[in-house]
């Protein structure tokens, strides 16, 4: 348990286990401040869960959430929407994607694509502002 921990960089690996990053989560009760860094590289990864509860840190704690690397795989978006309809203190969030391999025109498509899928999501904070870079 890292029970003064308030913030979190957390790089993920080539082979990405969402249930042990909901597991550290569950173990960061004060947790204000998560900075995910998702692989540069093409990677593999489990199916995202849903928690079956709200993660302590996540209900009430969480102020600031970036996503470094995100390429709006299926497991990456929930995993964000699931920050940003449970967190009640979230002020921001931060998207930073990667498009690789295409043009100008198709990347700011996709990019405005996954900020508008990203700002459908529910928001438990009336506060939350939501940003892609």
């Known amino acids: 348990m890292f029970r003064n921990l308030i913030h979190l960089d957390l790089l993920l690996g ?3 286990q969402w249930h042990s990053v909901i597991e550290m ?8 401040i998560i900075m995910v860094h998702m692989p540069a ?4 990864c489990t199916n995202w869960i849903c928690p079956q509860f709200g993660l302590q840190c996540v209900v009430s704690e969480i102020k600031r959430c970036n996503i470094f690397n995100y390429t709006g795989r ?14 009640r203190s979230l002020q921001t969030m931060t998207i930073h994607s990667i498009t690789i391999g295409l043009n100008y025109s198709s990347s ?3 990019k405005l694509e996954m900020l508008q899928e990203l700002a459908m ?3 438990s ?3 939350c502002k939501l940003f892609l870079k």
């Open 25 to 32: 989560l569950n173990h960061c009760p004060k947790l204000e």
């Open 121 to 123: 999501c529910p928001k």
């Open 41 to 44: 590289e093409p990677y593999f």
């Open 108 to 110: 700011r498509r996709k």
């Open 74 to 87: 299926k497991s990456e978006l929930q995993f964000a929407k699931y920050i940003m309809k449970h967190s």
């Open 14 to 16: 080539l082979n990405i």
């Open 125 to 127: 904070s009336p506060n």
